[in-house]
């Protein structure tokens, strides 16, 4: 049978294998002159781009190098080429995971995990092209590994022994979570929803102490992810953050890293207790929201007498989440957000206060 890498993964895997990178080469030049409508026609000559070149790849991409066809066919490509010395051939059950894997790599979100600090750049970004791999079809382990190593190289992070060991580390853990997610759309029940919730916010708990793990402990990062762990370790608490007002149980004087930190991830688990799933969109809401509250503008605002102070406040906080993730945020969630804010400032959020939010028209102010 010939070898046949259909647009968009395609829907039939071929299964024959491809013994050598200029067989692939070949292949894919068949591939791409058997091309009727020109559909898949970015992406082979990015494969065909990627397989031949011997160079490492610049992560993130630059823009300037094509469109986002081309780079997920160049990385697609690169990897394919990799995966033919690493294993001695490129064997057909590889081609869709592989290329979903080199795809996720110009997404925006893989994007934002690159820039950060090594190694937690390539654990960040191989745990989001793992997960988006797997809503397509299975990741082989011998794959999954190899793929791994090729990103590493990529991101001239050296593999040794103990990041081998995160590796197996975190594939298990996500295996464990998806079968558990699979249990839990089965148990509807009340004790059922409690498990999960408390399990969930474990998980956030375990993530924060390995983020925290990789960080300079002097670090702005890392007194916001020690104000995450205590906001995830007792989320019961209350009280904001108002001008002359000092957090409850901190201490007197913590930093605004911190105080963002904390009220960020106690927002998050408030949301997790209604049985939300903690994805990377709701953290990043969740955190941001809880700056604006700790910041010098947010802090201001709170100051101001009740119930002006918070919806003030959490406009400004919306505000800046529209603002930076570039789209309006879900109403459910903003309420659910606003919600959550009341109780912290012991109010009583009504139909009449929901809707008066919309009178307050709160911008960002540079450094608030």
Request: proline share 6%.
């Amino acid at each position: 049978m010939p070898f046949n890498l259909r647009p968009s993964f395609g829907r039939r895997v071929p299964q024959q294998e491809v013994r050598d990178v200029p067989g692939l080469v070949a292949a894919l030049r068949n591939r791409l002159a058997a091309e009727r409508d020109g559909s898949s026609g970015e992406t082979l000559r990015g494969q065909i781009a990627g397989a031949e070149s011997h160079d490492p790849v610049t992560l993130p991409c630059d823009p300037a190098g094509g469109s986002r066809k081309f780079q997920a066919g160049f990385l697609a490509g690169h990897l394919y080429a990799h995966l033919i010395r690493v294993f001695g051939s490129l064997p057909g059950t590889f081609l869709v995971p592989a290329a979903a894997y080199a795809a996720s790599l110009v997404s925006p979100q893989a994007e934002r995990d690159l820039v950060e600090a090594p190694p937690l750049s390539l654990f960040r970004t191989h745990g989001y092209a793992c997960l988006r791999v797997e809503e397509q079809t299975d990741l082989p382990k011998d794959l999954e590994f190899a793929a791994f190593r090729w990103l590493a190289v990529q991101l001239s992070v050296p593999v040794f022994p103990e990041l081998e060991a995160r590796f197996t580390e975190m594939r298990q853990r996500r295996q464990e979570l998806a079968a558990e997610r699979k249990m839990d759309r089965t148990a509807d029940s009340v004790p059922g929803t409690a498990r999960r919730v408390e399990r969930r916010l474990a998980e956030l708990a375990n993530a924060v102490q390995r983020q925290l793990a990789d960080l300079d402990a002097a670090s702005t990062d890392a007194e916001r992810l020690c104000g995450a762990l205590f906001g995830l370790e007792s989320d019961s608490g209350s009280g904001l953050p108002a001008a002359a007002q000092p957090l409850e149980g901190i201490g007197s004087d913590p930093s605004e890293a911190y105080r963002g930190g904390m009220l960020g991830a106690r927002l998050l688990a408030a949301l997790v207790r209604e049985d939300r799933v903690a994805d990377d969109t709701l953290r990043r809401h969740a955190y941001r929201y809880g700056a604006v509250l700790a910041s010098a503008g947010g802090r201001a605002l709170l100051a101001e007498s009740l119930p002006k102070n918070v919806l003030k406040a959490h406009q400004l906080a919306i505000h800046t989440l529209v603002e930076q993730a570039g789209e309006p945020i879900n109403e459910d969630l903003e309420i659910a957000m606003l919600r959550w804010l009341a109780t912290q400032a012991d109010l009583t959020l009504t139909p009449e206060l929901v809707e008066e939010r919309r009178r307050f028209v709160v911008k960002a102010r540079r450094g608030a």
